[in-house]
């Protein structure tokens, strides 16, 4: 394996590991997260993606298309717009429950609350693994927008952002009386999406070549659509608290150090 399939394989795995790891808090918590922390983690992994989502995936479609000079927007703009378009679709057609939501979302089906909880964490991750995926891609076709320390920044910084949603996924399903081992997979099944649609997205990556500016805004459309969603409403509901707020100015401000700083 040469260095840049280490790479490959090691970004598609740090965002994975996060989850994992975020999961994991079943083992060592004994008290569900409280609704502050909740906020807290909700609000950072809101400013991560939307970082990561400027930095990674639509300057870079942009970069890419320098030559169409004052329409180098063009591409970004109509794959960002697909991006939100699909996610709207899988949202109306895939039963999920939101966290800390009593409503149903999509068709009304008998599943279980945890269940629907899941398929919604998966919903929520499918533009990750996406991003990571087109990422990866970009930088096998050999694109100059796209770097491999960049690359990395991208995946790290989903990594950090998976971590609390991992714990969020498994603590309150804990709670609900679930066994710790059992949380703990659910939790870690709510990440399988992310390496999966990764892995697919490279596979494709020789399809790719002219519609990569497509593809990088399409997944930063998908995680926009995610955020505005339901990541702010969650880190916005009442009680009202500042505290979301300045959790997402710190996860949008790491982002952009990573991507900055290894890009």
């Known amino acids: 394996m040469n260095d840049l399939q280490m790479s490959i394989a090691a970004g598609i795995f740090i965002p994975f590991l996060g989850t994992a790891l975020g999961s994991a808090c079943v083992f060592f918590m ?25 930095w990674s995936l639509l300057i ?12 180098a ?13 699909l996610l709207l679709f899988l949202d109306r057609i895939i039963p999920h429950l939101h966290r800390n939501s009593r409503e149903q979302e999509g068709p009304h089906v008998g599943l279980k609350n945890t269940t ?3 398929f919604a964490v998966v919903l929520h991750n499918l533009p990750e693994g996406m991003a990571v995926g087109v990422v990866y891609a970009g930088l096998i076709m050999g694109n100059g927008a796209v770097t491999v320390s ?7 910084g989903i990594a950090i952002q998976n971590f609390p949603e991992g714990a969020i996924i498994s603590m309150p399903l804990r709670a609900r009386g679930m066994s710790k081992w059992r949380a703990f997979v659910y939790g870690v099944l709510s990440g399988v ?5 990764a892995v697919l997205v490279i596979i494709a990556s020789g399809f790719l070549v002219p519609a990569l500016p497509y593809f990088l ?37 790491i982002m952009m150090i990573l991507d900055v700083a290894l890009g």
């Open 60 to 71: 870079p479609a942009m970069e890419q298309e320098e030559a169409m000079g004052k329409l």
């Open 193 to 197: 999406v992310e390496p999966v649609g």
């Open 30 to 54: 004994k008290k569900e997260l409280g609704d502050k922390v909740q906020r807290v983690l909700t609000g950072f992994a809101a400013g991560v993606m939307v970082a990561a989502s400027i």
């Open 116 to 118: 629907m909880l899941l």
């Open 73 to 85: 927007f063009m591409p970004a703009a109509i794959g960002f717009w697909l991006g939100i378009l």
């Open 150 to 156: 960049g690359a990395l920044a991208l995946s790290i």
């Open 217 to 253: 805004s399409f997944a930063a459309g998908a995680m926009f659509y995610v955020v505005v969603e339901e990541l702010i409403p969650e880190m916005s509901q009442e009680p009202h608290s500042n505290i979301g707020t300045i959790a997402f100015g710190v996860g949008f401000t």
